[in-house]
Nanobody, 124 residues
Framework: QVQLVESGGGLVQAGGSLRLSCAAS????????MGWFRQAPGKEREFIAT????????GYTNSVKGRFTISRDNAKNTVYLQMSSLKPEDTAVYYC?????????????????WGQGTQVTVSS
């Protein structure tokens, strides 16, 4: 079992920045591929970013490339999502997820463990 707890969400003006954190416990963190997803009101949950256990390979959805950065600190069992140049359309509940695999993945079904989500609201 893996427990994931997100933090760092909040209200920010368009053009601003936020850093989300996700603390993991319960299983060897280094064996996990980590991902971030988001769900806006009335929309399906969508993939945002993924990172391999070493941090050496990352992937992003096109809408956040160049603005968001995923990283991890295995010593702290924590994965981060640095979000910059935020737009109102980035408003959503952001979820951290963990997959027991070696290669990165964008597929929601590959992630077995999920956090409770943290709200990010970007005002115009």
């Amino acid at each position: 079992q893996v427990q994931l707890v997100e933090s760092g969400g909040g209200l920010v003006q368009a053009g601003g920045s936020l850093r989300l954190s996700c603390a993991a416990s319960g299983r060897t963190f280094t064996r996990l591929v980590m991902g971030w997803f988001r769900q806006a009101p009335g929309k399906e949950r969508e993939f945002i970013a993924t990172i391999t256990w070493s941090g050496g390979d990352t992937g992003y959805t096109n809408s956040v490339k160049g603005r968001f950065t995923i990283s991890r600190d295995n010593a702290k069992n924590t994965v981060y999502l640095q979000m910059s140049s935020l737009k109102p359309e980035d408003t959503a509940v952001y979820y951290c997820a963990a997959a027991v695999r070696f290669t990165k993945t964008t597929a929601e079904n590959d992630y077995a463990y999920w956090g409770q989500g943290t709200q990010v609201t970007v005002s115009s």
